[in-house]
Protein backbone atom coordinates (compact mmCIF):
# COMPACT_ATOMS: atom_id res chain seq x y z
CA UNK A 1 0.00 0.00 0.00
CA UNK A 2 1.49 3.57 -1.11
CA UNK A 3 2.49 6.43 1.35
CA UNK A 4 -0.93 8.48 0.74
CA UNK A 5 -1.10 12.29 2.33
CA UNK A 6 -3.89 14.13 1.78
CA UNK A 7 -3.41 16.98 -0.42
CA UNK A 8 -3.72 20.54 1.11
CA UNK A 9 -2.08 23.40 2.02
CA UNK A 10 -1.44 25.47 5.08
CA UNK A 11 -2.19 28.96 4.34
CA UNK A 12 -1.63 32.10 6.87
CA UNK A 13 -5.74 32.15 7.28
CA UNK A 14 -5.21 28.61 8.86
CA UNK A 15 -2.50 30.03 11.16
CA UNK A 16 -4.21 32.49 12.42
CA UNK A 17 -7.37 30.14 12.88
CA UNK A 18 -5.45 27.76 14.67
CA UNK A 19 -3.91 30.22 16.90
CA UNK A 20 -7.40 32.20 17.71
CA UNK A 21 -9.29 29.29 18.36
CA UNK A 22 -6.38 27.35 20.87
CA UNK A 23 -6.51 30.95 22.39
CA UNK A 24 -10.36 30.71 22.80
CA UNK A 25 -10.38 27.15 24.21
CA UNK A 26 -7.47 27.75 27.21
CA UNK A 27 -10.10 30.83 28.21
CA UNK A 28 -13.05 28.40 28.17
CA UNK A 29 -11.40 25.93 29.83
CA UNK A 30 -9.88 27.89 32.42
CA UNK A 31 -13.44 29.40 33.34
CA UNK A 32 -14.64 25.08 33.73
CA UNK A 33 -18.22 26.47 33.36
CA UNK A 34 -18.98 23.95 30.86
CA UNK A 35 -17.96 21.44 33.40
CA UNK A 36 -19.58 22.79 36.32
CA UNK A 37 -23.06 23.40 34.24
CA UNK A 38 -24.39 20.30 33.01
CA UNK A 39 -27.55 21.83 31.71
CA UNK A 40 -25.17 24.04 29.55
CA UNK A 41 -23.25 20.72 28.54
CA UNK A 42 -26.77 18.80 27.40
CA UNK A 43 -28.04 21.51 26.13
CA UNK A 44 -25.14 21.83 23.92
CA UNK A 45 -25.09 17.94 23.08
CA UNK A 46 -28.84 18.13 22.09
CA UNK A 47 -28.10 21.12 19.40
CA UNK A 48 -25.14 19.05 18.07
CA UNK A 49 -27.97 16.41 17.46
CA UNK A 50 -30.42 18.12 16.80
CA UNK A 51 -28.61 20.15 13.84
CA UNK A 52 -26.44 17.02 12.35
CA UNK A 53 -29.67 15.17 11.89
CA UNK A 54 -31.71 18.13 10.54
CA UNK A 55 -28.57 18.62 7.80
CA UNK A 56 -30.03 15.61 6.56
CA UNK A 57 -33.45 16.63 6.50
CA UNK A 58 -35.18 15.44 9.80
CA UNK A 59 -37.71 17.37 10.63
CA UNK A 60 -38.34 16.99 14.43
CA UNK A 61 -37.81 20.10 16.13
CA UNK A 62 -34.99 20.96 18.89
CA UNK A 63 -37.96 20.97 21.34
CA UNK A 64 -39.11 17.25 20.16
CA UNK A 65 -35.04 15.66 19.99
CA UNK A 66 -35.28 17.05 23.69
CA UNK A 67 -38.01 15.23 24.24
CA UNK A 68 -37.07 12.19 22.52
CA UNK A 69 -33.79 11.89 24.19
CA UNK A 70 -35.74 12.67 27.90
CA UNK A 71 -37.85 9.66 27.18
CA UNK A 72 -40.81 11.84 26.42
CA UNK A 73 -43.82 10.47 24.25
CA UNK A 74 -42.91 12.25 20.87
CA UNK A 75 -45.46 12.41 17.97
CA UNK A 76 -43.64 11.92 14.77
CA UNK A 77 -42.40 9.43 12.20
CA UNK A 78 -40.35 6.26 13.36
CA UNK A 79 -37.76 6.69 11.23
CA UNK A 80 -36.87 10.32 12.44
CA UNK A 81 -37.44 9.48 16.04
CA UNK A 82 -34.96 6.55 15.70
CA UNK A 83 -32.21 8.54 14.05
CA UNK A 84 -32.23 10.75 17.19
CA UNK A 85 -31.73 7.89 19.38
CA UNK A 86 -29.40 6.57 18.02
CA UNK A 87 -27.18 10.02 17.22
CA UNK A 88 -27.84 10.43 21.26
CA UNK A 89 -26.66 6.89 21.87
CA UNK A 90 -23.20 7.75 19.59
CA UNK A 91 -22.92 11.06 21.29
CA UNK A 92 -23.07 9.82 24.79
CA UNK A 93 -20.15 7.11 23.99
CA UNK A 94 -18.36 9.88 22.50
CA UNK A 95 -15.22 10.20 25.08
CA UNK A 96 -14.64 5.95 24.24
CA UNK A 97 -14.12 6.43 20.52
CA UNK A 98 -10.30 5.85 19.15
CA UNK A 99 -10.75 8.00 16.18
CA UNK A 100 -7.89 6.66 14.52
CA UNK A 101 -9.56 2.72 14.43
CA UNK A 102 -11.63 2.03 11.43
CA UNK A 103 -12.75 -0.80 13.57
CA UNK A 104 -14.72 2.02 16.27
CA UNK A 105 -15.72 3.95 12.61
CA UNK A 106 -17.90 0.67 11.85
CA UNK A 107 -18.99 0.50 15.57
CA UNK A 108 -20.18 3.39 15.58
CA UNK A 109 -21.60 3.84 12.51
CA UNK A 110 -23.31 0.51 13.21
CA UNK A 111 -24.94 2.66 16.33
CA UNK A 112 -25.73 5.67 14.39
CA UNK A 113 -27.67 3.80 11.43
CA UNK A 114 -29.28 0.87 13.97
CA UNK A 115 -32.65 -0.31 12.35
CA UNK A 116 -32.38 2.15 9.95
CA UNK A 117 -30.21 0.88 7.27
CA UNK A 118 -29.30 -2.29 5.59
CA UNK A 119 -25.70 -2.26 5.21
CA UNK A 120 -25.18 -0.82 9.18
CA UNK A 121 -22.05 -0.45 10.55
CA UNK A 122 -20.33 -2.15 6.85
CA UNK A 123 -18.88 0.02 4.28
CA UNK A 124 -21.20 0.32 1.09
CA UNK A 125 -21.03 -2.27 -1.55
CA UNK A 126 -23.27 -0.31 -3.80
CA UNK A 127 -22.51 3.00 -5.81
CA UNK A 128 -23.46 6.32 -4.39
CA UNK A 129 -24.20 9.68 -5.27
CA UNK A 130 -24.45 13.21 -3.61
CA UNK A 131 -28.07 14.48 -5.13
CA UNK A 132 -29.61 17.75 -4.69
CA UNK A 133 -32.90 17.25 -5.97
CA UNK A 134 -32.84 15.16 -8.92
CA UNK A 135 -29.45 16.22 -9.74
CA UNK A 136 -26.49 14.20 -9.12
CA UNK A 137 -23.57 16.46 -8.04
CA UNK A 138 -21.28 14.13 -7.21
CA UNK A 139 -20.01 10.32 -7.91
CA UNK A 140 -18.42 8.91 -4.86
CA UNK A 141 -15.39 6.49 -5.98
CA UNK A 142 -16.81 2.94 -7.26
CA UNK A 143 -17.15 0.85 -3.73
CA UNK A 144 -14.44 -2.23 -4.39
CA UNK A 145 -12.07 0.98 -3.55
CA UNK A 146 -13.66 1.96 -0.26
CA UNK A 147 -11.58 -0.63 1.80
CA UNK A 148 -8.34 0.87 0.47
CA UNK A 149 -9.19 4.37 0.45
CA UNK A 150 -10.18 4.46 4.33
CA UNK A 151 -7.29 2.26 4.86
CA UNK A 152 -4.88 4.61 3.12
CA UNK A 153 -6.65 7.90 5.28
CA UNK A 154 -6.51 6.00 8.81
CA UNK A 155 -2.98 4.78 8.26
CA UNK A 156 -2.14 9.18 7.44
CA UNK A 157 -3.83 9.97 11.07
CA UNK A 158 -2.38 7.64 12.70
CA UNK A 159 1.20 8.32 11.24
CA UNK A 160 0.59 12.16 11.47
CA UNK A 161 -0.90 12.24 14.75
CA UNK A 162 1.91 14.06 16.21
CA UNK A 163 2.81 16.25 13.42
CA UNK A 164 -0.34 17.60 12.32
CA UNK A 165 -2.84 20.24 14.18
CA UNK A 166 -5.87 18.07 15.51
CA UNK A 167 -7.50 21.21 14.14
CA UNK A 168 -6.40 20.91 10.56
CA UNK A 169 -6.22 17.04 10.91
CA UNK A 170 -10.20 16.99 11.52
CA UNK A 171 -11.26 19.43 8.66
CA UNK A 172 -8.81 17.10 6.58
CA UNK A 173 -10.53 14.10 7.32
CA UNK A 174 -13.89 15.75 7.03
CA UNK A 175 -13.55 16.58 3.74
CA UNK A 176 -11.83 12.93 2.46
CA UNK A 177 -13.84 10.97 4.45
CA UNK A 178 -16.93 12.53 2.60
CA UNK A 179 -15.52 12.20 -0.76
CA UNK A 180 -15.10 8.53 -0.54
CA UNK A 181 -18.56 8.51 0.97
CA UNK A 182 -17.80 5.36 2.46
CA UNK A 183 -21.35 4.31 3.50
CA UNK A 184 -24.58 3.74 1.86
CA UNK A 185 -25.94 5.87 4.20
CA UNK A 186 -25.37 8.13 7.62
CA UNK A 187 -21.76 9.60 5.87
CA UNK A 188 -22.62 13.41 7.03
CA UNK A 189 -23.71 12.27 10.14
CA UNK A 190 -20.58 10.20 10.77
CA UNK A 191 -18.63 12.85 9.33
CA UNK A 192 -19.27 15.27 11.84
CA UNK A 193 -19.11 12.61 14.84
CA UNK A 194 -15.49 12.23 13.82
CA UNK A 195 -14.77 15.07 13.43
CA UNK A 196 -15.75 16.27 17.04
CA UNK A 197 -14.07 12.54 18.36
CA UNK A 198 -11.06 13.91 16.78
CA UNK A 199 -11.18 17.02 18.98
CA UNK A 200 -12.19 15.97 21.79
CA UNK A 201 -9.27 13.96 22.12
CA UNK A 202 -7.22 16.94 21.78
CA UNK A 203 -9.16 19.34 23.84
CA UNK A 204 -12.05 17.37 26.26
CA UNK A 205 -14.47 20.46 26.30
CA UNK A 206 -15.23 19.72 22.49
CA UNK A 207 -17.41 16.97 23.35
CA UNK A 208 -19.76 19.61 24.49
CA UNK A 209 -18.92 22.56 21.56
CA UNK A 210 -21.94 22.10 18.47
CA UNK A 211 -19.91 22.48 16.34
CA UNK A 212 -22.97 20.84 14.20
CA UNK A 213 -24.98 23.74 14.91
CA UNK A 214 -22.80 25.92 13.21
CA UNK A 215 -22.45 23.58 10.30
CA UNK A 216 -26.03 23.78 9.94
CA UNK A 217 -26.39 27.61 10.07
CA UNK A 218 -24.02 28.09 7.31
CA UNK A 219 -25.46 24.97 5.36
CA UNK A 220 -24.97 26.26 1.74
CA UNK A 221 -21.53 27.35 2.44
CA UNK A 222 -21.24 24.02 3.59
CA UNK A 223 -21.29 21.84 0.80
CA UNK A 224 -19.87 24.61 -1.10
CA UNK A 225 -16.66 24.23 0.75
CA UNK A 226 -17.01 20.36 -0.12
CA UNK A 227 -17.95 21.08 -4.11
CA UNK A 228 -14.40 23.53 -3.96
CA UNK A 229 -12.29 21.24 -2.70
CA UNK A 230 -13.62 18.87 -5.63
CA UNK A 231 -12.50 21.22 -8.07
CA UNK A 232 -8.94 22.07 -6.37
CA UNK A 233 -8.37 18.66 -5.90
CA UNK A 234 -7.45 19.62 -1.82
CA UNK A 235 -9.10 20.31 1.20
CA UNK A 236 -7.68 23.83 1.78
CA UNK A 237 -11.04 25.46 0.89
CA UNK A 238 -12.70 23.13 3.53
CA UNK A 239 -10.28 23.90 6.73
CA UNK A 240 -10.44 27.28 6.13
CA UNK A 241 -14.29 26.96 6.32
CA UNK A 242 -14.57 24.40 9.27
CA UNK A 243 -11.66 26.75 11.37
CA UNK A 244 -13.67 30.21 10.47
CA UNK A 245 -16.90 28.16 11.92
CA UNK A 246 -15.42 26.52 14.83
CA UNK A 247 -13.65 30.13 15.91
CA UNK A 248 -17.32 31.88 15.50
CA UNK A 249 -18.89 29.05 17.79
CA UNK A 250 -15.99 29.01 20.45
CA UNK A 251 -16.74 33.18 19.92
CA UNK A 252 -20.65 33.13 20.94
CA UNK A 253 -19.93 30.10 23.10
CA UNK A 254 -17.35 32.69 25.66
CA UNK A 255 -20.31 35.18 25.34
CA UNK A 256 -22.66 32.87 26.44
CA UNK A 257 -20.79 31.60 29.12
CA UNK A 258 -19.53 35.48 30.34
CA UNK A 259 -23.46 36.23 30.17
CA UNK A 260 -24.49 33.63 32.30
CA UNK A 261 -21.61 34.12 34.81
CA UNK A 262 -23.06 37.38 35.18
CA UNK A 263 -26.31 37.11 34.89
CA UNK A 264 -26.85 33.76 36.65
CA UNK A 265 -28.44 35.45 39.88
CA UNK A 266 -28.72 34.19 43.64
CA UNK A 267 -32.58 33.81 42.54
CA UNK A 268 -32.58 31.47 39.65
CA UNK A 269 -29.48 28.96 41.77
CA UNK A 270 -31.88 28.69 44.27
CA UNK A 271 -34.82 27.89 42.11
CA UNK A 272 -32.79 25.48 40.42
CA UNK A 273 -31.80 24.07 43.77
CA UNK A 274 -34.89 23.25 44.87
CA UNK A 275 -36.09 21.45 41.32
CA UNK A 276 -35.21 17.78 40.92
CA UNK A 277 -35.10 16.68 37.27
CA UNK A 278 -37.72 15.60 34.82
CA UNK A 279 -40.04 16.47 37.40
CA UNK A 280 -42.68 19.20 36.26
CA UNK A 281 -43.95 21.83 39.23
CA UNK A 282 -46.56 24.11 39.17
CA UNK A 283 -45.94 27.94 39.50
CA UNK A 284 -47.64 27.81 42.96
CA UNK A 285 -45.32 24.90 44.25
CA UNK A 286 -42.09 26.59 43.25
CA UNK A 287 -43.24 29.94 45.08
CA UNK A 288 -44.38 27.79 47.87
CA UNK A 289 -40.97 26.22 48.42
CA UNK A 290 -39.12 28.96 47.80
CA UNK A 291 -41.47 31.26 50.31
CA UNK A 292 -42.23 33.83 47.87
CA UNK A 293 -45.75 36.15 47.85
CA UNK A 294 -45.67 37.96 44.96
CA UNK A 295 -46.33 36.16 41.43
CA UNK A 296 -44.90 38.96 39.94
CA UNK A 297 -41.09 39.00 41.55
CA UNK A 298 -41.45 35.36 41.24
CA UNK A 299 -41.77 35.90 37.51
CA UNK A 300 -39.40 38.40 36.77
CA UNK A 301 -36.13 37.73 38.61
CA UNK A 302 -36.73 33.33 38.94
CA UNK A 303 -39.07 32.07 35.72
CA UNK A 304 -38.18 34.51 33.05
CA UNK A 305 -34.45 34.61 33.31
CA UNK A 306 -34.53 30.91 34.03
CA UNK A 307 -36.38 29.92 30.89
CA UNK A 308 -34.19 32.42 28.80
CA UNK A 309 -31.31 30.72 29.91
CA UNK A 310 -33.03 27.65 29.09
CA UNK A 311 -32.36 26.38 32.15
CA UNK A 312 -36.11 25.37 32.90
CA UNK A 313 -38.58 24.60 29.97
CA UNK A 314 -42.17 24.94 29.96
CA UNK A 315 -44.18 21.78 29.78
CA UNK A 316 -46.67 23.46 27.52
CA UNK A 317 -44.66 25.78 25.42
CA UNK A 318 -47.47 27.04 23.06
CA UNK A 319 -49.14 27.97 26.10
CA UNK A 320 -47.59 30.37 28.59
CA UNK A 321 -50.15 31.24 30.30
CA UNK A 322 -52.27 27.68 30.82
CA UNK A 323 -53.39 27.05 33.88
CA UNK A 324 -51.67 23.47 33.55
CA UNK A 325 -48.55 25.21 33.06
CA UNK A 326 -45.76 23.58 34.63
CA UNK A 327 -41.73 23.78 34.48
CA UNK A 328 -39.10 21.43 34.00
CA UNK A 329 -35.16 21.64 34.87
CA UNK A 330 -33.26 20.97 31.67
N1 LIG B 1 -20.43 17.64 -3.26
C1 LIG B 1 -20.28 16.78 -2.26
N2 LIG B 1 -19.46 15.75 -2.38
C2 LIG B 1 -19.29 14.85 -1.39
N3 LIG B 1 -19.90 14.93 -0.20
C3 LIG B 1 -20.74 15.94 -0.02
C4 LIG B 1 -20.96 16.93 -1.02
N4 LIG B 1 -21.83 17.83 -0.53
C5 LIG B 1 -22.11 17.41 0.72
N5 LIG B 1 -21.47 16.29 1.04
C6 LIG B 1 -21.45 15.54 2.31
O1 LIG B 1 -22.31 14.44 2.16
C7 LIG B 1 -23.32 14.48 3.18
C8 LIG B 1 -24.64 14.02 2.60
O2 LIG B 1 -24.41 12.86 1.95
P1 LIG B 1 -25.66 11.99 1.47
O3 LIG B 1 -26.75 12.87 0.95
O4 LIG B 1 -25.14 10.92 0.59
O5 LIG B 1 -26.17 11.44 2.80
P2 LIG B 1 -25.72 10.10 3.47
O6 LIG B 1 -24.37 9.75 3.05
O7 LIG B 1 -26.80 9.17 3.12
O8 LIG B 1 -25.64 10.30 5.03
P3 LIG B 1 -26.19 11.41 5.84
O9 LIG B 1 -27.64 11.31 5.57
O10 LIG B 1 -25.83 11.22 7.24
O11 LIG B 1 -25.44 12.59 5.25
C9 LIG B 1 -23.39 15.92 3.64
O12 LIG B 1 -23.84 16.04 4.96
C10 LIG B 1 -21.96 16.34 3.48
O13 LIG B 1 -21.21 15.95 4.62
Redesign the pocket.
Known sequence: MGEYKPPFTITNEILSYVSSISEKIGRITAIRSLETKPHLRKNNRIKSIHS?LK???NSLSLGQVRDVINGRLVLGEQKEIQEVKNAYAAYESLSEINPYSIKDLKKFHGI?TKYLVEECGEFRHGE????NGDEC??M?PPAQFVPQLMDELFEWMKKSRNSVHPLIMSSVF?YE???I?P??????????LWHTAILSKWKPVFEYIPIESQIEKFQDE??DA??RC?VSGESTIFIEFMLSQIDRILEDISLQMNEENEQFSETVRKMLEIMEYDTPYTRKTLMEKLGLKSRDGFRRNYLQPALEMNLIQMTLPDKPNSRNQRYMKV
Open positions: SIEAMEGVFIFAHFVFHFADGNGRMARYYIAH
